[in-house]
């Protein structure tokens, strides 16, 4: 057991070494955009961890689906960024992907460990102490907290929480990193940092920016001056 808990804090503090900006895409994100490009320019601007959300009624499936996510894995490993699953667990296992994001409508942390192994990361979106506790305890290598401000990006978002949640999260939960989501802007990120984050995770922020590095610069500079 006790190799078991010293690999999980490994693998926490190598993906969350330094603030990190999480980017979260998927076909329908892009805006016209060729998305494979769209990802190798956010890997080329610096960001920490990748996450393939393919959502909605046009996402990809089967195998088209899956030749379109090694070909971001692809890009991942080559900047060595791990390459993040969002639900389908299926798949993230069949191509080996570094790990899986599941939400609270989702497999359950610990029948997610189960499929993966004990070498992958898992990240669990919450949205209350409770739901914080209970990932924590089955295992999460990361919390998504949010929606912090109010975000277009997913249909079904909550009502916004501010930053408030993820300070009380945080506190009590000081070795688990906990990431925010949700509306964030290099504009805003700046109280988001300040209530405790390891990192942000934004989808439109960067998918919907002309320049993709200067945008990624922005939200690093607000880290900085968290304090």
Not at 15 to 35: C, D, Q, R, W
Not at 177 to 184: K, Q
């Amino acid at each position: 057991m006790q190799h078991i808990i010293n690999s999980a804090l490994r693998r926490r503090c190598s993906l969350f070494s330094k603030p990190a900006i999480y980017f979260i895409m998927g076909t329908a994100n892009v805006k016209g955009k060729e998305p494979l490009v769209l990802l190798e320019q956010a890997l080329l601007g610096g960001i920490s961890l990748f996450q393939l959300r393919e959502k909605g009624p046009l996402a990809l499936k089967g195998d088209t689906l899956r030749r379109f996510a090694l070909e971001c894995q692809k890009l991942c490993n080559t900047h060595r960024v791990p390459f993040i699953v969002n639900d389908d667990v299926e798949l993230a296992c069949m191509i080996g992907a570094d790990g899986v994001h599941v939400g609270q409508e989702d497999l359950d942390c610990a029948s997610v460990r189960s499929r993966i192994g004990e070498g992958k990361i898992i990240g669990v979106s919450v949205h209350s102490m409770e739901e914080a506790k209970i990932a924590v305890k089955e295992g999460a290598d990361y919390l998504g907290v949010g929606p912090v401000y109010e975000t277009q990006s997913k249909h079904d978002a909550k009502a916004p929480a501010g930053v408030n949640r993820i300070m009380e999260i945080s506190q009590l939960f000081s070795e688990i990193p906990v990431v925010g989501i949700g509306g964030i802007t290099p504009d805003n990120a700046r109280a988001v940092w300040k209530a405790g984050v390891a990192g942000v995770a934004v989808i439109s922020a960067l998918a919907e920016a002309k320049d993709i590095a200067m945008q990624i610069n922005k939200f690093k500079a607000s880290s900085e001056r968290r304090r």
